[in-house]
């Protein structure tokens, strides 16, 4: 028997050595489920948008997590997915009105040169906002509207350039079917979605924190549809769902642990011998003290005897802070950093607890609807803890932690790839469905000179 076993084995050895024989690996068949991705619709903001390095460009909607999307419904034969996309060589435009951002060397006022974000040109791609792409390209299926909020989902002419700065959104303006007339919601139902994702809400909390809680307002919890996030987005879903589709609905996550509000460490004030005793000599009369080594910035507080205090912890220094003016002008030393800078402790709790709220509404909304629910909350907690994907190493840290972008807020390519799988992973779970999910590391990172 030994034997026969071994002239077996030298016959098939042999003749794999002869026709070089390969094992063979059969491809799952794609399953679909309960998804009808026929007609595959994205609502959302700036994430849903491809808005990255600070701007909406090319790459970056090409890119965008719902594309990414649509690219594994199309491994099924569904979903062709039409965006307003950019010219290709555009630099880019934000809501700033400056061109995307890549990384170069800049001399500070310190006369010391390093890497950091710069504009990619002086001056954005303006003429961009005053084409509109829908006659000619258009009804989108990628109805991803930066600086979009939850609360604006139904505004009506919110394209309507002739309301004036403020009052109407130039990104829709572009893609709008009736600038003058439409909302964003209008323009997303066009196409009759037999499937959709609605990743929105996040800019009803982030547009008050990225002006430090200055100005703008964070959108109230209750109300009805245009005023709180509830009905706003009980309106949404009922008029998507009233198509008979079914759909993925994205949490909204803790914005606060994004690189924009991280990356500029509180206690950064670093005094010699000669700083800690000026500031002792200003500040020691109103009982602030200071040491040699590392310190607490000064932060305007008019809640506070003299309208002055240091930071604590739990409390936040915005990116776009001007570095120039800390490092050589003793801003956040001698003279405090204005509040539109800084999240304080109090600033923090009442973004936070907005979120918390806001995520519960979206899981009683879901459920009650019977949609997916992707945890893009907990991903973006993932990402700040760090992780490794496929032996990559990432997380939340400012260019050197490989998914966000340089605008420290939005997704690279390669974290848009992962936020996809993020709703694929929910789609797949709950409707029956097994879309493959996308190979992130064959997507860009933060590209260095």
């Known amino acids: 028997m030994k034997n026969l076993l071994l002239k077996i084995s030298i016959l098939v050895t042999t003749g794999c050595i002869i026709s070089g024989c390969q094992p063979e690996f059969t491809e799952p068949a794609i399953k679909k489920g309960n998804v009808d991705a026929t007609v595959f619709v994205a609502i959302g903001d700036d994430f849903t948008a491809g808005y990255t390095d600070g701007a909406l460009y090319f790459e970056g909607q090409k890119n965008s997590f719902p594309n990414l999307i649509s690219m594994q419904f199309k491994l099924a034969g569904d979903s062709n997915f039409v965006q307003p996309l950019m010219n290709e060589n555009s630099v880019g435009i934000g809501n700033s ?15 010391a040169s390093s890497l950091k974000p710069i504009p990619y040109s002086s001056t954005g791609d303006l003429n961009a906002l005053t084409i509109n792409l829908f006659p000619t390209i258009g009804p989108f299926n990628n109805m991803g509207v930066p600086d979009l909020k939850l609360s604006e989902l139904n505004k009506l002419a919110y394209g309507n350039s002739t309301l004036g700065n403020g009052n109407y959104n130039p990104f829709f303006s572009r893609m709008a079917s009736d600038p003058q007339v439409t909302s964003v919601l209008d323009d997303a139902t066009i196409l009759f979605p037999t499937f959709f994702s609605f990743f929105a809400g996040t800019n009803d909390v982030l547009a008050y924190a990225l002006k430090g809680a200055a100005s703008n307002n964070i959108t109230p919890s209750n109300g009805g549809a245009g005023i709180g996030f509830d009905g706003s987005l009980d309106n949404a879903i009922t008029t998507l769902k009233s198509f008979g589709g079914n759909g993925v609905i994205g949490t909204i996550p803790d914005i606060l642990d994004f690189p924009f509000f991280t990356t500029i460490p509180i206690d950064g004030l670093a005094l010699d011998s000669a700083s800690a005793t000026l500031m002792n000599a200003i500040y020691g009369p109103i009982g602030m003290n200071f040491q040699i080594g590392k310190n607490y910035f000064t932060i305007e507080d008019t809640t506070q005897p003299f309208n002055v205090r240091t930071l604590k912890p739990g409390e936040f220094i915005l990116l776009n802070i001007p570095l120039d003016s800390v490092k050589c002008f003793k801003l956040g030393s001698v003279y405090p950093i204005p509040n539109r800078y800084i999240i304080t402790e109090t600033e923090a709790n009442e973004i936070r607890n907005a979120i918390t709220t806001y995520n519960s509404i979206i899981q009683a909304t879901a459920q009650q609807h019977n949609l997916a629910v992707a945890d893009i909350h907990q991903f973006f907690k993932k990402l700040k803890a760090g992780f490794v994907y496929n032996g990559i190493s990432l997380n939340s840290s400012f260019v050197s932690g490989g998914a966000f972008s340089l605008d420290g807020i939005h997704l690279n390519a390669r974290g848009n790839a ?12 709950k409707f029956g469905s097994n879309f493959p999910l996308i190979d992130a590391t064959k997507y860009k990172g933060v590209t260095f000179p």
Not at 97 to 111: F, I, R
């Open 418 to 429: 992962l936020l996809a799988n993020e709703f694929l992973k929910a789609i797949n779970a």
């Open 97 to 111: 009105g400056k061109s995307k951002s890549v990384l170069g060397y800049a001399t500070d006022c310190l006369g």
